[in-house]
């Protein structure tokens, strides 16, 4: 049995609420929306943006998207949602209202994203641009996972750059930013200073905001199923996640 089979499910949302003030750091891709086949064919439900400004309300807003997706493409999704976001995972991140917290993300040089964009025709891969970098999208044709891995890391030391590796995706980005350093900035204003924060996510990069949230005294909520994840809790799926939440 694989090690987060034995995580229990977390406790009612209402019962963390009655307990004292939380916060929520939402990923989007597996979590709030079901994982498609390419990063461009995920089913959100017309009103998922506005239910999660209800449930923002709801927590004192405190809760936050945290997304390896641009905030452009989460906005492309959900339209002009009004609740803390963080995309890039976390190299962007804005309050409710559009404004920064911290800096505005950097991209990738002309040459690095002419480098991606060009392996990605040449094996068929889709280059998705991020404000923060670039991603090869191999949720198409899985066998390219490990030629995309290699070619990244390649670039990654030659130009001074991560590799960040999610589900049938491998991304270039800037260095310095996670998801947990996105739980740090946020979680040091306010709203959200002094509350508990949690983290539900399904990806290998949530493992960064887990771990934030426990450090902060929080808690985390895996969704799914992965062997040494750091999570306290796990929720099957997408649909047990949206009905924890209430969305
Ligand atoms: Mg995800």
Known sequence: MAESDALPNPPPLAALIAGGAIALFLDFDGTLVEIAPAPDAIDVPVDLGRALEILDQKIGNRAALVSGRSLEDIARYLGKVEIARAGSHGAACQWADGRWLGAEPKGLSDAVVAQLQGFATDCGLDYEVKTHGGALHFRSNPGLAEPALTFAREI???????????????????????KGSAVHAFMAQE??????????????????????????????????HRPGSLAQYSLPGVSSVREWLGL
């Open 191 to 224: 709203p959200f200073a002094g509350a508990i924060p949690w983290f539900i996510g399904d990806d290998l990069t949530d493992e960064d905001g887990f771990a934030a949230c426990h450090a902060l005294g929080g808690s985390s909520v895996l969704v799914g």
């Open 156 to 178: 990654a030391a030659s130009e001074g750059l991560t590799v960040k590796t999610g589900k049938c995706v491998v991304e270039l980005v800037q260095p310095g930013a996670d």
